[in-house]
T-cell receptor, first 112, second 112 residues
């Protein structure tokens, strides 16, 4: 079975632009979470979605938004990009009631 | 918000040496997870510890959970180059399975 897949793997944007990152969870997983990992730091929680509804939100500005589709895939959108948004964006999925999250390899975003 | 402190931040050792890394918090953990993240990949769950005083072994890795559930350690015996990576501890935020708080990690390099 395929693991969590994220696209694109790398992305370069300039300040002020908007970006959309995509995530496909493991088949059967209904929960998707997004994390931002800045170089030299641990991942920081951004959003969790379950059954297309937002279940949790981390301490990120409103420039960050996300959604989950009927097939449980998810998109993370970031508007008005800042240099500080440069990071590895990780998506994780988990099965209902399970305490294990499976992470994708991430999307490396560089903002110039 | 619970703050997880990991130490040391960096560790460079020779193959065959033993090492211990630590994860501490000012608050009591409900449960604690250890992850390993290799370059270009997402974190992979190694173990979950729940009970104070618990010890779990995974081949050459030994995980301990403090009696007061405010600290944890990971000991690696006879480290190998394949153990190289970023070791992260994480706590579930607010009991939700989708919201993890990570420490900054310990970056381990094992030289042949």
């Amino acid at each position: 079975d395929a693991g969590v897949t994220q696209s694109p793997t790398h992305l370069i944007k300039t300040r002020g632009q908007q970006v959309t990152l995509r995530c496909s969870p493991i088949s059967g997983h209904k929960s998707v979470s997004w994390y931002q990992q800045v170089l030299g730091q641990g991942p920081q929680f951004i959003f969790q979605y379950y059954e297309k509804e937002e279940r949790g939100r981390g301490n990120f500005p409103d420039r960050f938004s996300a959604r989950q589709f009927p097939n449980y895939s998810s998109e993370l959108n970031v508007n008005a990009l800042l240099l500080g948004d440069s990071a590895l964006y990780l998506c994780a999925s988990s099965a209902t009631g399970a305490n294990i999250q499976y992470f994708g390899a991430g999307t490396r975003l560089s903002v110039l | 918000t619970q703050l997880l402190e990991q130490s040391p931040q960096f560790l460079s050792i020779q193959e065959g040496e033993n090492l211990t890394v630590y994860c501490n918090s000012s608050s009591v953990f409900s449960s604690l997870q250890w992850y390993r993240q290799e370059p270009g990949e997402g974190p992979v769950l190694l173990v979950t510890v729940v009970t104070g005083g618990e010890v779990k072994k995974l081949k050459r890795l030994t995980f301990q959970f403090g009696d007061a559930r405010k600290d944890s350690s990971l000991h690696i015996t006879a480290a190998q180059p394949g153990d190289t990576g970023l070791y992260l501890c994480a706590e579930t935020l607010g009991g939700s399975q989708g919201n993890l708080i990570f420490g900054k990690g310990t970056k381990l390099s094992v030289k042949p």
